[in-house]
T-cell receptor, first 107, second 115 residues
Framework: KNEVEQSPQNLTAQEGEFITINCSYS?????LHWLQQHPGGGIVSLFM???GKKKHGRLIATINIQEKHSSLHITASHPRDSAVYIC?????????FGAGTRLTVKP | EAGVVQSPRYKIIEKKQPVAFWCNPI?????LYWYLQNLGQGPELLIR????????DSQLPKDRFSAERLKGVDSTLKIQPAELGDSAVYLC?????????????FGPGTRLTVL
């Protein structure tokens, strides 16, 4: 069993919809990261969380340390949000990645 | 500021041939990572460098994979000989330090196809 599990694996939404991607982990962590990967491979860091909630533009990330769970929300989704969203956890100078959630936003 | 640079972007080789990937991290970043990413999966660490020292190479298949980071800047990852199962995207990343709260910056990756 992977230490980092994401759901759903694939998500298709209509433009303007509210999106939620979930991440559960089974190990103790120092921080949780949300990353975005566009076709062609480039990975960009969106958020790093160790508690609570962070917001950047239309993106919101939350984490519940007790439940070992994090969510990434996208408000007013847009086709340019189409990408793979990856959850990763770091502890002891080691980062473990989830398999990613492929999001497609249709106009 | 230039990001992490990788070359080549794509490589197609026949099995049993050697192949090498090159990475130039962000200037001033002491920590460099090589990851392997299979289709539909997240990246998996192959090796992590702190300056020129490989501090975690536990997941590097040392029978065929090797890496070096001379002078603590650029790095090269080599596979010899390549096998069909090595087809994947090889990602390089760098960070200022290697701590859990340091942001990693990723290069565009090298997509390797072994025929």
């Amino acid at each position: 069993k992977n230490e980092v599990e994401q759901s759903p694996q694939n998500l298709t939404a209509q433009e303007g919809e509210f999106i939620t991607i979930n991440c559960s982990y089974s190990v103790g962590i120092s921080a949780l990261h949300w990353l975005q990967q566009h076709p062609g491979g480039g990975i960009v860091s969106l958020f790093m969380l160790s508690s609570g909630k962070k917001k950047h533009g239309r993106l919101i990330a939350t984490i519940n340390i007790q439940e070992k769970h994090s969510s990434l929300h996208i408000t007013a989704s847009h086709p340019r949000d189409s990408a793979v969203y990856i959850c990763a956890v770091s502890a002891n100078n080691d980062m473990r990645f989830g398999a990613g959630t492929r999001l497609t936003v249709k106009p | 500021e230039a990001g992490v640079v990788q070359s080549p972007r794509y490589k197609i080789i026949e099995k049993k041939q050697p192949v090498a990937f090159w990475c130039n991290p962000i200037s001033g970043h002491n920590t460099l990572y090589w990851y392997l990413q299979n289709l539909g999966q997240g990246p998996e660490l192959l090796i992590r460098y702190e300056n020129e020292e490989a501090v975690d190479d536990s997941q590097l298949p040392k029978d065929r994979f090797s890496a070096e980071r001379l002078k603590g800047v650029d790095s090269t990852l080599k596979i010899q000989p390549a096998e069909l199962g090595d087809s994947a995207v090889y990602l390089c990343a760098s960070s200022l330090g290697g701590g859990d709260t340091d942001t990693q910056y990723f290069g565009p990756g090298t997509r390797l196809t072994v025929l």
